[in-house]
């Protein structure tokens, strides 16, 4: 397993030399929406659970930025939500049909996508999982950030906010996402070790999506009127919560932490609304991901695990925040 923070420039200058190199013996490509590609470049099909989630965006932009440097065609299909396994199993095998020279899976669900990426290895396209990883060892490399580590860094935040003693609930997220699954075992397994006096009352599975996650909230301040804490899994998630306990007139009585430093949760720890978030480099494993695509095509070496270092970050410390492989520039889609 490797753990990136930064890549150095002799990497990328051997990862350069072996695309020219092997594009020049390379079949036409199929077309896509990397730009800048000549004929004869690769071509990395792309799909992802849902393109307009700010998480999946800033993935995005990573591959695409990092494809266009490397004259490397991008075909990008988004299957629009979690619940999508079925649409993003066709899509993959239509990119499939398209004869890409890669491909490049976020999975809606870790199992449901096993059968279609298992197909795509047996026809001799590699597949390197990214973030939300197929559940199989067929794939060439897995690429991702240390999601337990996220989770660790919500505990440790809320913690010691809390004194060490409190009541929290967690929204774990959707079920059958690995990232998902390996944040919640962080914070739980972190809290029962640092934090024995701080009680789990609830854990909940919730999509990835903000309304949902307020009206749980709503729910959760019915039921546990004494909450202290609330984990949630990610931003869209964090950010229902707020808007619930905002709008409960609970702001302050209840310590939020949060996941991925989107906007909105740049914003609401500004505001003071969260109390802290834990954030993976997205950017750059959208980066890496095309160069172990790039590498597996061309039958270069490619590493098995690449794990991306994670950061916490409150109101304090955002002023020096360096948001380059954090997230895509303000405005881009993709």
């Known amino acids: 397993m490797t753990t990136v923070v930064r890549r150095g420039g002799t990497r990328l200058a051997l990862l350069l030399a072996a695309l020219l190199l092997a594009s020049c013996g390379a079949g ?22 849902d393109s307009t989630e700010a998480f999946w965006t800033s993935i995005a932009y990573g591959v695409e930025d990092e494809a266009k440097k490397k004259g490397v065609q991008v075909v990008l299909v988004s299957a629009g939500g979690d619940a999508n396994v079925d649409k ?30 298992e197909q795509a290895v047996a026809k001799g396209i590699p597949v390197i999982g990214l973030s939300s990883i197929p559940n199989t060892d067929k794939i060439a490399s897995a690429v991702g950030a240390d999601h337990y580590g996220m989770g660790k860094l919500q505990a ?21 996402q690995s990232w998902a699954e390996e944040r919640a075992r962080g914070f739980k397994e972190t809290m029962a070790k640092e934090f024995p006096g701080v ?32 984990y949630s899994a990610s931003d869209d998630i964090g ?6 306990i905002k709008a409960a007139g609970k702001t302050g009585s209840i310590l939020i932490s949060s996941s991925n430093l989107s906007p909105i949760s740049e914003e609401y720890l500004k505001e003071g609304l969260l109390a802290c978030d834990s954030t993976q480099q997205i ?24 794990v991306t270092s994670v950061i916490l970050v409150d109101k304090d410390s955002l002023a020096t925040m360096d948001f380059s492989n954090i997230r895509a520039p303000e405005g881009w889609t993709p």
Do not use: Y
Request: aromatic share 2%; net charge negative.
């Open 28 to 49: 036409p490509g199929t077309g896509g929406a990397g730009g800048g590609a000549s004929e004869g470049a690769l071509t990395i099909g792309v799909s992802v659970p």
């Open 88 to 117: 993003q199993i066709s899509q993959i095998q239509d990119l499939v049909q398209r004869g890409v020279d890669a491909l490049i899976v976020g999975a809606t669900n870790g199992d449901g996508v096993v059968p279609v990426v």
């Open 156 to 176: 440790e935040c809320l913690g010691k906010l809390l004194g060490g003693k409190g009541k929290v609930a967690m929204m774990a997220g959707p079920s059958g």
């Open 199 to 230: 009680e789990i009352v609830a854990e909940n599975h919730t999509s990835d999506n903000r309304n949902a996650a307020t009206t749980l909230m709503e729910d959760w301040l019915q039921r546990f009127p004494d909450l202290n804490g609330v």
């Open 239 to 244: 950010a229902g919560a707020v808007d619930a």
């Open 283 to 306: 950017v750059l494993q959208g980066r890496v991901a095309v160069d172990q695509a790039v590498n597996a095509a061309t039958g270069q070496p490619v590493e098995k695990n690449v």
